[in-house]
C-alpha cells in the first residue's frame, strides 16, 4: 500500500484535500519518514512525512526558513535528523549512507567549486571520484557540456565563470555518474532569466530514470519544473500534489471580466478568467 503521511488515518481510506493521493505506477525512490530537526527548543523542520519517485521532478516550496535546506542538508547526511529516518530506494540513510551516496548527485545552494580547475577538469574530477570504474571514453561521452552551453567554456577556469555558468557547472556535477537521486538547492539562486530558462531545460531534460528533488522559493519554477509539489512552512508539510492539482484545489482566486467597446462590425465580449491563487502569489490568464 501506497505511504499515508502521518497523522492520516488509514480508516476510511480519504485523504485531506491538502495532499493528493500518492501516485502508484510509479517507483518510489526516496521518502522521508517523521523527519524533525531541532535546534534548541526550535524545531527547523518537524515530523515531516513525504514521498518523492522516480522520474518526477519534486519541487520543495516555501519561503525562506521553511525548513528546505535542512530537509536536504539530512537527505544528503551532512547531519542527522534529530528524529526519523529517510529510505533511499530502499536504503536506510542511518545505516547504509556510503551505498546512497554513489548514486547521489547534489547541487548545493552555494557553488562548490575550486576557481583554479577548468570547467572540464571539474567534470572529469567529480567523475573520477564518483565512478571510477568508469573508462576515460565513457566519461568524455558524458562530459560533452554541449547540452548544458558550456562547451564553449571548457577550457576556462571556474574562476572566471558568471555566476550562471557556475550554476550550470555545479548542476552538471550534480547529474554525472548517472546519478540515480539529484538533489538540487535553489538551483537557479542569482541567474538571469534566460540562464534560468536554460538551466530548467536541463532539469527537464534529465529526469528520467533519476528521482529529483529541487528546492525553491520562486513559485513559477516550481510551477513549471515539477511533476510534484511539496509546500513547506516552519518546518512542516502544508500541502503537496502536482501543480494541477494544487491550482485546482487552492485556486480559488477570483474571476476578472473585460468588455470590450463595440468599436468594429464583430461584437466581442472579451473574457478572461483570471485564476489568482493569493497565497502563492501567482497569476495566470486562461
Ligand atoms: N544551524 C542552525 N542553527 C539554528 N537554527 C537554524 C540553523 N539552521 C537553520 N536554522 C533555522 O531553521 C529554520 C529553517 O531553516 P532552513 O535554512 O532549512 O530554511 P530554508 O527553507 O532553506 O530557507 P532559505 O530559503 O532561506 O534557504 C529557520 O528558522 C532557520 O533559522
Redesign the pocket.
Known amino acids: 500500500m501506497a505511504w499515508l503521511p502521518h497523522g492520516i488515518s488509514h480508516a476510511n481510506g480519504t485523504l485531506p484535500p491538502n495532499l493528493e493521493p500518492e501516485p502508484t505506477d510509479l517507483t518510489l525512490g526516496v521518502s522521508l519518514h517523521g523527519i524533525t530537526k531541532t535546534?534548541g527548543s526550535?524545531a527547523?523542520?518537524e515530523d515531516l512525512n513525504l514521498n518523492f519517485y522516480e522520474g518526477n521532478i519534486t519541487s520543495l516550496l516555501?519561503?525562506?526558513?521553511?525548513?528546505?535546506?535542512?530537509?536536504i542538508s539530512i537527505l544528503t547526511g551532512l547531519f542527522p535528523a534529530s528524529s526519523g529516518t529517510i529510505y533511499v530506494y530502499g536504503k536506510d540513510i542511518r545505516t547504509d549512507q556510503n551505498i546512497i551516496r554513489k548514486n547521489m548527485g547534489i547541487c548545493m545552494?552555494h557553488n562548490v567549486l575550486f576557481s583554479y580547475l577548468t570547467t572540464k577538469e571539474h567534470l572529469l574530477l567529480y567523475g573520477y571520484i564518483k565512478v571510477p570504474h568508469w573508462s576515460k571514453q565513457k566519461l568524455q561521452d558524458e562530459v560533452t557540456l554541449k547540452e548544458t552551453g558550456l562547451y564553449s567554456h571548457r577550457h576556462k577556469l571556474a574562476g572566471s565563470l558568471s555566476g550562471g555558468m557556475k550554476r550550470k557547472l555545479s548542476i552538471s556535477i550534480a547529474f554525472l555518474g548517472g546519478s540515480r537521486v539529484v538533489i538540487l538547492d535553489?538551483p537557479t539562486t542569482g541567474v538571469d532569466p534566460c540562464s534560468r530558462r536554460c538551466i530548467w531545460e536541463i532539469i527537464s531534460r534529465n529526469k528520467k530514470g533519476r528521482t529529483t528533488i529541487l528546492?525553491t522559493?520562486h513559485l513559477d519554477e516550481a510551477e513549471v519544473l515539477s511533476d510534484r509539489i511539496a509546500f513547506?512552512e516552519e518546518?512542516g508539510l502544508k500541502c503537496c500534489g502536482s501543480p494541477f492539482y494544487l491550482k485546482e484545489t487552492f485556486g480559488d482566486g477570483y474571476h476578472l471580466i473585460l468588455t470590450k467597446k463595440k468599436v468594429c462590425s464583430c461584437i466581442m465580449n472579451l473574457c478572461y478568467n483570471v485564476i489568482v491563487a493569493p497565497n502563492l502569489s501567482s497569476i495566470h490568464i486562461l
Open positions: 535546534y526550535k527547523a523542520v516555501g519561503h525562506n526558513g521553511a525548513g528546505k535546506t535542512t530537509t545552494q535553489e528546492s522559493h513547506l518546518g
